[in-house]
């Protein structure tokens, strides 16, 4: 375990997914403490895929090829290649079985960088191979309610008409639950969880606020740089994740030829896509 530190924060960060399995501040757990009977994730990150495949497959130039859910860069063994007291920078290498599921060749960088009352946390995707490269990359840090999510609000820095596309297994079916009209204040209640996730394709805001209505605690996200939004939690858990990423599970019919993919990145040979968000506390 890796950990990361100043006076206010504490990070400890696992090589395996180099996913965060604990978030300290001012010595309260902010994180997910990842009870298994819920759900055992914390803070996985999400590549090369962001979400479901149709029958978790994809084609490219006549190939398929097959990827689970949300990716397999979450189980993979990341090297830590800069470690200082503040920040710490992890790689991914494509490897043998890496390429049998997904046919380039790249290499995964995630940093994790305290400032102060901030965790910026960076990807950087290169394309080492000598195709156009497709991608997406998103977070899923699930934040401590320990109150339950119904004590709290999501506070956009927008007002908002919020539609959250409706799911059919893994993929994104043709309506939409109208769940906030004008406002920049979402009350979070159980019931939205009780299918999936809450999906959103057109949020306007890039900056949101998670607070406890009683206490005022909060902690807020921003996530210039990526297109989607997403919100989930397991109905009586303690947690809701804030999940900014830059793909989007394929609608019900679409294809699953992966350079018409909606929400895809397209990376040149020997190119890099960079993005990033921040936790503030």
Known sequence: MITIQNDRISVEIDPLGAEMKRITVDGEERLWHGDPAFWAGRAPVLFPFCGGLKDDRFTY???????????????MQFEPIKVTPQSAVFCLTSNAETLRQYPWAFELQISYTLRGGHLDIGYTVKNQSDDVMYMSIGSHEAYACPEG?????LIFEKKETLRACALEGNLIAHRTDTVLLDSDTLPLYEKY??????????????FVTLRNRKTGKSVSVDFHGSDYLLLWTKPGAGYLCIEPWTGIPPMVDAGDDITE???????????????KHTIQF
Not at 61 to 75: C, D, E, I, P
């Open 149 to 153: 999510i119904e004590d709290y609000d």
């Open 61 to 75: 130039q006549g190939n398929s090829y097959t990827v689970a859910k949300h990716g397999f860069a979450r189980f």
């Open 193 to 206: 969880f009780a299918v999936d996730a809450l999906v959103f394709k057109d949020v306007k805001s890039r």
């Open 261 to 275: 993919k909606e929400g895809i990145t397209a990376v040149d040979p020997g190119e890099a896509f960079r993005v």
